[in-house]
């Protein structure tokens, strides 16, 4: 078994589509140790990576992503397609839609369950 540390976002990536190639092994078996150590050292990345999981919604995630993680309401609005569309987002004037979650999870590499989730939104006055 070559198995090595969790460290960046791409490491993710590969440990997740090894995951996926082994899914279903037999417990017990090497492939099922390995998909066990592979998926605990994913959760471990997870949890610090995204330290938030658990409580945050869509929004603030999007939030916690340009304050914390590097990135910027521009990059947002390239993945959405505009400015105006990315300000309504994290204004909560508009919701997400399925579209708006792919691009982002695809290009901030944030997992889109995290993403879909309910946030609350602003009545127009």
């Known amino acids: 078994m ?3 540390p969790i460290r960046n976002d791409d490491d993710h990536a590969a440990a997740l589509a090894e995951i996926e190639r082994l899914w279903g092994a037999p417990a017990g ?3 099922g140790d390995k998909l066990d ?3 605990t050292l994913v959760e471990k990345y997870e949890e610090s990576r995204w330290p938030m999981l658990d409580t945050a919604d869509p929004i603030d995630l999007l939030h916690f992503a340009i304050s914390d993680l590097g990135h910027t309401q521009a990059e947002l609005a390239e993945l959405l397609g505009s400015r105006p569309r990315a300000s309504e987002v994290l204004n909560r004037r508009r919701a997400l839609t399925v ?6 999870s695809e290009g901030w590499k ?3 369950e995290l993403l879909v989730r309910p946030s609350a939104t602003k009545q127009p006055a």
């Open 2 to 4: 070559n198995i090595r």
């Open 29 to 31: 078996s090497d492939d």
């Open 37 to 39: 150590i592979l998926a």
């Open 99 to 104: 579209e708006m979650i792919r691009a982002i």
């Open 110 to 112: 944030i997992p889109a």
